[in-house]
């Protein structure tokens, strides 16, 4: 069963990479003011004052103007670093400055913090390859936003970035892959679960 599920995974991990290349610089510009306002709407809807996100890499929908947003507005973001361990750091975000980190992925500067550090956030906005409407969430395989919401004792609300089209009638899951409460596209805050 397993061997099936990651077969599966595999097959919409490559799907999606062959969609979001094909996005163009006009549509991604577009997107991400689209995506900004629908967070903009997510985060005063549920009266945050501090949340997690991350920098976008390559393809993903861009979350650079939230967090530009974000910062204007008065709100604590934290950013992910990833770690040789397999868990994440946190940054807090002060400003669009990344270099590449162990993975080759934008990740902030600044003084890291443990991975317990997001645990007080009101909001965690992570990514995601593809999720579906009963809250399943794949990631990208190596299991970082998975091991970083399985240890937390009380999780905020989790909601993935996506594209429409990356919102699937279903996504195939592990036992270990952590449900989250909705996604965020360019048009639209889609609720899965209540909360978690």
């Not at 595999?10 to 094909?22: G, K, P, Y």
């Not at 549920?46 to 993903?60: D, K, L, Q, T």
Request: include cysteine; charged fraction near 25%; proline fraction near 8%.
């Amino acid at each position: 069963m397993t061997a099936d599920i990651d077969t599966r995974k595999r097959e919409i991990r490559e799907r999606v990479r062959v969609q979001r290349r094909q996005v163009t610089e006009e549509q991604s510009n577009a997107e991400a003011h689209g995506l900004t306002e629908q967070l903009q709407r997510l985060v005063e809807a549920r009266e945050a004052h501090s949340v997690s996100c991350y920098f976008p890499v390559i393809g993903e929908p861009n979350t650079l103007l939230f967090l530009e947003w974000a910062r204007a507005h008065d709100v604590d973001v934290m950013l992910p670093i990833s770690r040789e361990d397999g868990l994440l750091d946190w940054v807090s975000y002060s400003g669009p400055d990344a270099e590449p980190g162990l993975f080759g992925i934008p990740e902030p500067q600044g003084t890291p913090l443990s991975p317990m550090a997001v645990n007080d956030v009101d909001l965690m906005i992570i990514p995601a390859c593809a999720v579906d409407e009963s809250g399943n969430r794949l990631g990208w395989g190596r299991g970082y936003f998975d091991k970083s919401l399985g240890s937390m004792d009380q999780r905020p609300p989790v909601f993935a970035v996506v594209r429409e089209n990356e919102i699937l009638a279903e996504v195939p899951a592990d036992l270990h892959d952590v449900p989250i409460t909705g996604a965020v596209t360019p048009e639209a805050i889609h609720h899965f679960r209540f909360e978690n």
